[in-house]
């Protein structure tokens, strides 16, 4: 409970604060934090034990191994948990932190051999996914929240693993961290763009949720002055579809089920974008603001913003996530 308690006061001290933001001019009008009470639909985060633990005949439904990578239980076994690795394969963890579940998941997209995009700066996707991520997790925890990542260090991991990660967790909510390359052109605003899922049962949660982080996470980047930003012409909180009619990314796909987003907070490869992410203020702005985008998911009923109708693209999107070449980290 006092978790709870600790969680309601910072949101009501957050939504208090929020009016006084800078407005921006974002493709449907951004609207305002309400006003009323934060609903209360937080339960009490399942705290993980401090200290690894022996996992033989474990009920737990993931882990984290000794070496940090969280991995889900796919049976209990006498000699530990049989889970399953970053690259897809499987293996036995005989010590390590159980986990029954997570509020909230957060996934620092890439790592390892999959860079992802570079900016002209040498900033590299992977690493600054990373950080961000782990600016969200730290501002989310501080709050009473239970967060998990897919990926805590520099390691190849499979957009199919993430998911399980998701699916065996179970959380309220799940955020995928990326910066973005290949802009249509200049845009008079940032060019943040947030993913949902059109498919299953979480996919109106999801858009919601993606209206949520892309209108805290632009009225933040607004904030720094004088930036010649670039995006494409329909940026804003969308969908892409494949030709089939499902989810067009793997990691809204692999998530189905769970309320999700996709979230491409930046252009890396803009050289203005690429040196104000490469300050550590710059990417705490940044995860924080994806953190207040998923708090406010969680305790309001707030519809989100900056919806947009996409246009059709027929280019396949790089940025790999497969299974071949992956080699697993040391667990
Ligand atoms: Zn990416």
Redesign the pocket.
């Known amino acids: 409970m006092i978790r709870i308690t600790t969680v309601l006061l910072f949101l009501t001290a957050l939504i208090t604060c929020s009016p006084t933001r800078a407005p921006i001019a974002p493709p449907s009008p951004i609207t305002s934090p309400s006003a009323s009470p934060p609903t209360p639909t937080l339960e009490e985060p399942t705290a993980a034990p401090p200290t690894p633990a022996s996992l033989a005949g474990t009920s737990a439904k993931a882990v984290i191994t000794p070496s940090g990578v969280v991995a889900p239980v796919l049976r209990a076994q006498a000699d530990g948990a049989l889970v399953g690795t970053p690259c897809g394969n499987s293996a036995v963890v005989s010590t390590g932190i159980p986990l029954d579940g997570a509020m909230v998941v957060l996934d620092p997209?890439?790592g390892g051999s999959e860079v992802?995009?570079v900016g002209p700066n040498g900033l590299t996707?992977k690493e600054l996914?990373l950080s961000v991520t782990g600016f969200a997790e730290s501002f989310l925890r501080g709050n009473g929240a239970n967060v998990v990542l897919t990926r805590t260090t520099d390691y190849r991991i499979t957009l199919e693993a993430r998911g399980k990660i998701v699916k065996a967790l179970e959380p309220k909510a799940f955020v995928s961290i990326?910066?973005n390359a290949e802009a249509d052109g200049p845009l008079p605003r940032p060019g943040t763009e947030t993913y949902y899922q059109t498919v299953g049962s979480s996919s109106a949660e999801s858009k919601r949720l993606a209206g949520l982080v892309y209108e805290e996470v632009v009225r933040t980047l607004s904030q720094y002055q004088g930036i010649s930003w670039v995006g494409d012409t329909d940026a804003g909180a969308k969908y892409r579809k494949s030709s089939s009619g499902n989810d067009y990314y793997g990691i809204i796909r692999h998530t189905q089920g769970t309320p999700a987003a996709l979230a491409?907070l930046a252009f890396i490869s803009n050289p203005p974008e690429a040196d104000l992410l490469s300050r550590l203020d710059v990417q705490q702005a940044e995860g924080e603001a994806v953190a207040r985008g998923i708090s406010r998911f969680l305790t309001t009923e707030d519809p989100g913003s900056g919806f947009t109708e996409p246009y059709p693209r027929q280019a396949p999107a790089g940025?790999g996530g497969g299974a071949a070449g992956c080699t697993d980290p040391p667990l």
Request: net charge negative.
């Open positions: 997209g890439h992802g995009a996707e996914n990326h910066h491409e940025g």
